[in-house]
């Protein structure tokens, strides 16, 4: 019987020698004509392991990892093709301690099948979703998603059931279905995964989506810089297309709907939806002032849904499950499960799906392992560069949208991204007040000046020049960044100022200066 490998195939793998793994692998069956084949899968999301090698044995699938070309004569000496005692091996791979803990409901194929195996896809639950979607009506969609609780999965946490419902019940000759897939934020990785490693289910999740509020054209806006997720999801588009799950009758049915990749420039303010739009029409990516909203005068004027990859991912899963499934899980208004991204100075990086309610410091010391460096934890960001400091003291806090918000801070996109007691949250300001100065798209005035005055403020506090004065301004400028900007950009750059600021003040007192001996 033909033994399968799994070599992944994601950027990440990618970077960490898995081409070079899957060919010395290719090598080693041909030398020692073995009955084998290579199954190039997406990644199970522990980062520290990549590349993880599978061996589907009769007992399951064996993970042996971190891989390198030289390990694998060395590999196939030991057996492994029989799942083989090594000491790269891991063992069953669902039962690594990091991937059993977790909670795949969105992430359940990532790393299990082939990206663009319409059959593999089918055969772990692909497509039930959408089967069960063509046998409702839109409305009762549109309830079941709203029902299922799903907010949206980079953001303000925005119920993705209203936002549906608004373009549904918008008129209009076109509806569009937009996917967000700007992923800027540190620390994230997810959109990409799932793109890389499960595109049908973007594609399933599009497509319900136009069903429920009548769109039939989709757009799917990622960045530039990720040549191997746009080859992809193009490559899943063509077959999904091919067999007729995509076009002028989804799977038979009355319903068309078909989409195309966009790729934008990669600037930071184009994740806002606004401003995504826009350049998604071909024009600069400047913020447009709302109302109207999007939902109502979206891409070309038309009403559109603006969704997160994640959000869109998650519909599949609610339709096929039911919303009281889906919604069982998680904690009060923050339903379902979150992709949390575990990444910086962690022992254990990587993509970790859970429901919502881990506490903070569960993430960081027993799922991430604390530091690499092995020095003590000073501060963890969430939500990407514009995303509050968290000290220890707050590491109680419950991973949800309301209890982060009720200590100045936000979950975003769910990016962890941990520093160590060698961070100097001064300089961490300082980084926010300029990332925003150069990502502003420049429309309005507290975001474009407030960031640069922002900067020099924090340079003079380093340097020692009215230390006092200058935190006070520093602190108004926030205030008048957060209240008075048009988007997040601006509005979310005084969470990290803010928070290193209050949890950090040691860090913003002035250097004393050293006297020269006389």
Request: charged residues 20%; hydrophobic residues 40%.
């Amino acid at each position: 019987m033909t033994v399968t490998i799994f070599v992944p195939r994601d950027a990440a793998s990618l970077a960490l020698g898995a081409d070079k793994v899957a060919t010395a692998i290719a090598q080693e069956i041909e030398l020692r004509g073995l009955d084998a084949r290579i199954v190039r899968n997406g990644s199970r999301g522990m980062a520290w392991l990549e590349p993880l090698v599978e061996v589907r044995t009769s007992a399951g699938r064996i993970a042996y990892g971190p891989v390198k070309a030289v390990d694998v004569a060395g590999l196939f000496d030991a057996g492994f093709l029989s799942g083989g005692d090594h000491p790269l091996c891991l063992g069953l791979t669902k039962e690594i301690p990091f991937l059993r803990q977790q909670t795949r409901l969105t992430f359940a194929r990532c790393g299990v099948t082939d990206p663009l195996s319409l059959d593999d896809y089918r055969h772990y639950q692909g497509l039930k979703g959408l089967e069960r979607a063509l046998a409702m009506s839109a409305p009762e969609i549109v309830q079941e998603v709203t029902d299922s609780g799903l907010r949206g999965r980079g953001g303000a946490g925005f119920p993705t059931g209203i936002k549906w419902k608004t373009v549904a019940d918008a008129a209009g000759p076109q509806k569009y279905i937009v996917c967000n897939a700007d992923e800027g934020d540190s620390g994230t990785f997810a959109d990409r995964m799932i793109m890389e490693g499960d595109p049908f289910v973007l594609i399933e999740g599009m497509i319900i989506a136009g069903i429920a509020t009548g769109a039939t054209k989709g757009y799917l806006y990622t960045r530039s810089e990720y040549p191997h997720a746009i080859e992809t999801m193009n490559a899943a588009i063509a077959i999904a297309r091919e067999a007729g799950i995509l076009g002028t009758s989804v799977m038979g049915s009355p319903y068309a709907f078909d989409m195309e990749v966009r790729a934008g420039a990669g600037a930071y303010v184009c994740g806002e939806e606004t401003s995504l739009l826009n350049s998604l029409e071909g024009k600069r990516g400047i913020v447009r002032a709302k109302p109207p909203l999007p939902a109502l005068k979206g891409f070309l004027g038309r009403p559109t849904v603006v969704n997160n990859v994640i959000s869109l991912a998650s519909v599949p899963v609610i339709m096929d499950r039911g919303a009281a499934f889906y919604r069982d899980f998680g904690m009060g208004r923050s339903r379902g499960t979150i992709p949390i991204q575990i990444a910086g100075n962690v022992k254990y990086g990587g993509l970790f799906e859970t429901a919502f309610g881990l506490t903070l410091g569960k993430i960081i010391d027993e799922i991430g392992g604390g530091t690499a460096t092995g020095r003590p934890v000073k501060a963890v960001q969430v939500g990407g560069p514009l995303g509050a400091y968290f000290p220890r003291e707050l590491f109680d806090t419950p991973f949800d949208y309301e209890a982060f918000a009720a200590r100045d801070g936000l979950i975003g996109h769910a990016g962890v991204v941990v520093f160590d007691d060698t961070a100097d949250m001064l300089k961490q300001a300082r980084f926010a007040m300029e990332f925003c100065a150069i990502e502003s798209c420049g429309k309005c005035t507290p975001c474009r000046i407030g960031s640069t005055r922002g900067v020099e403020t924090a340079d003079k506090i380093a340097r020692g020049i009215e230390p006092e004065k200058n935190k006070v301004l520093l602190a108004d400028l926030c205030n008048t960044m957060k209240f008075g900007s048009l988007c997040a950009l601006g509005g979310f750059t005084p969470y990290p100022v803010m928070s290193a600021m209050n949890h950090f003040p040691e860090d913003f007192a002035p250097t004393p200066l050293v006297e020269a001996a006389e």
